[in-house]
């Protein structure tokens, strides 16, 4: 049998994703506001889902805050 050619490999380069910072650390924010719609809108979609961690880049703790806030304000029908 013939030995095939051996094919030279070829690595692909990863792009280095920055880190993604927790806007709300950076502000110093305690308690995130049911009643602030403008800053609950940034954090949904358009049908109105709550937005992961991994795509906001918010921490454990705002997170949970913002999730809390959301589902309130929605039971008081301020957003969607």
Do not use: W
Request: aromatic share 4%.
């Amino acid at each position: 049998m013939a030995a095939m050619a051996a094919k030279p490999m070829r690595r692909r380069k990863r792009k280095l994703a920055r880190k993604k910072v927790c806007r709300l650390c950076e502000v110093k924010m305690s308690y995130i506001d049911f009643k602030d719609v403008e800053l609950l809108r940034r954090y949904q979609t358009e049908q109105g889902k709550i937005l992961p961690r991994r795509i906001t880049g918010n921490c454990f703790h705002h997170q949970r805050m913002l999730c809390e806030a959301v589902k309130r304000a929605r039971n008081l029908a301020m957003v969607l």
